[in-house]
DNA sequence: GGGTGGCATTGATAA
DNA sequence: CATATCAATGCCACCT
């Protein structure tokens, strides 16, 4: 079931960066007589009779805006296939949940144990402040940095605490405890509905850069990286007697759309001859053939890397490093040296939002940066780095929604059985009978791999699994 | 005192 | 002093 018209998704579009999408706002601002506030029958009446009248003037914003065919032929789409996402939802095995709430809350309690033994007192562990009184004041430790209100106690400086301190370590532990069972457990837990699944919403208006978010609960950010976190993701299975879990994603999506924006030839280059990315870009910093690239090499490589998607700074590399400012400006100069083509596209984006007031995406989507202007350095600098991060962050986002409304269409058509749970930004996730795979896996990766044609293949990599945790590379 | 709302801090994902 | 999100907890101001 697909609307004909939603107008919050066109006042999205118009400008992605609104946060509110009232009424009563989008009549003044397109021009619409005055709609009274409030609930009564006439402010009501109002509403309903503005929202009728702002169609046909956000449509002619959308068509003055170029925006017209990504409103009617994306998003527009996406909306029922997102509907039908939620109303699907993901099936969760509540024991194992449960059960890993119980192993958590014990080893909760013991880390919480043995810190308070060794600090000769109880307080709350949960307050950074008390936490920054026990350290900075009783344990006498040294103050890393600073935030608005007092001493830092986050990750980063806990970590370096640790080298001095043993104790520091068990209180990192314990907050990625708490975080686990907290947010994931916890959190999780009472939204399983009665069908034995969850249901999260997907926002289409929320992110200014035109990716999706998923919120109640976010499945955007169930953990992956540390291998604690990532049991999680067994809890989340099939819904469907021996169906499985079908999970496919863009390979390195965001440094394909710079290569495909700046046209810079070794970046064109190494995709093209589908080479590992961070190794080749070691091997260019570093001025060592491939086969030399330490592991090392590749791991700063890979951090300028996701650097340059957000606008890298000298400061910021550094401290992701943990090396020197002036090092990691020499990383970041030799990296401009090999790849010319994308400075000059940054200095390009830069330049656009100056001239043009906003930046655009592969099909069209735009953001407005007016802060590009601003007197301050750090406000000006942030609206730089967008102006850098939001067409490459943007255009993923354009290529993953049209493949989404392809897929569907295609899924809708087949007789297949499967059915797409989640998209995780650069990743789709589906259910699936076990004997459909073959005939997914080239309906899918097919159509995402074709959703637009860049100066350089897509590349898609499937896994299948019996549960979330378990995804295995899958080829048929 | 209890309820609520907002800000600050922290940390999870995209990898 | 890296881009974009969402959410948990603590803490404080405010209200009744």
């Not at 009184?133 to 209100?149: A, E, N, S, Y």
């Not at 532990?173 to 907290?182: A, E, I, N, W």
């Not at 999970?247 to 495909?260: F, G, K, N, P, T």
């Amino acid at each position: 079931p697909e609307p004909a018209f939603d107008g919050a998704i066109a006042a999205y579009l118009l400008n992605p960066g609104r946060t509110v999408y009232r009424i009563e706002d989008l009549a003044r601002e397109f021009g619409l007589p005055e709609v009274p506030e409030g609930e009564t029958p006439g402010a009501v009446a109002g509403r309903a009779g503005a929202l009728l009248a702002l169609r046909p003037a956000l449509e002619s914003a959308l068509r003055e805006a170029g925006l017209w065919s990504l409103f009617a032929e994306i998003e527009m789409p996406l909306v029922g296939i997102l509907a039908r996402m939620e109303a699907t939802g993901i099936a969760v095995q509540r024991e194992a949940l449960e059960e890993m709430g119980r192993e958590l809350e014990e080893r909760i309690l013991a880390v919480q144990q043995e810190i308070f033994q060794r600090v000769g007192y109880t307080f709350n562990l949960n307050s950074p402040k008390q936490l920054a009184d026990v350290l900075f004041g009783k344990m006498g430790l040294p103050v890393i940095k600073r935030t608005k209100t007092g001493p830092s106690t986050d990750a980063e400086v806990l970590e370096e605490l640790a080298l001095q301190e043993p104790l520091v370590e068990r209180i990192l532990d314990y907050r990625t405890l708490v975080k686990l069972k907290g947010t994931y457990v916890d959190g999780l837990a009472p939204l399983i509905e009665a069908d034995g699944r969850i249901h999260t919403t997907f926002n289409q208006t929320v992110a200014a850069t035109g990716r999706l978010s998923s919120a109640d609960p976010n499945l955007q950010n169930i953990p992956i990286r540390i291998e604690e976190g990532r049991r999680i993701r067994k809890v989340f299975i099939p819904g469907e007697p021996g169906w499985v879990l079908f999970a496919a994603d863009y390979s390195q999506i965001e440094l394909r759309v710079v290569a495909h924006f700046s046209g810079d030839e070794a970046l064109l280059d190494a995709f093209r001859q589908d080479q590992d990315i961070h190794t080749r870009t070691a091997a260019e910093v570093f001025g060592v053939p491939m086969e030399e690239v330490t592991p090392e090499m590749r791991r700063r490589a890979k951090a300028v890397n996701f650097g340059l998607i957000y606008g890298q700074s000298d400061y910021g590399l550094a401290r992701a490093l943990g090396i020197g400012r002036g090092e990691a400006k020499e990383f970041i100069q030799r990296y401009f040296d090999r790849y010319p083509g994308v400075k000059a596209y940054m200095e390009q984006k830069v330049q656009e939002a100056r001239e043009k007031g906003y930046v655009t995406t592969l099909l069209g989507r735009r953001r407005f940066l007016p802060e590009i202007h601003a007197r301050t350095f750090a406000v000006r600098q942030n609206a730089e780095r967008a102006a850098i991060n939001t067409p490459i962050q943007g255009t993923a986002a354009d290529l993953m929604k049209k493949a989404m409304v392809a897929i569907c269409r295609r899924l809708d058509a087949s007789g297949l059985r499967a059915r797409l749970l989640l998209q995780v930004h650069d990743e789709l996730v589906f259910e699936a009978p076990p004997e459909e795979l073959p005939a997914l896996y080239e309906l899918v990766v097919g159509e995402m791999e074709r959703a637009l044609t860049l100066r350089v293949p897509l590349k898609v990599e499937a896994k299948v699994g019996r549960n979330w945790y378990e995804m295995e590379p899958y080829t048929p």
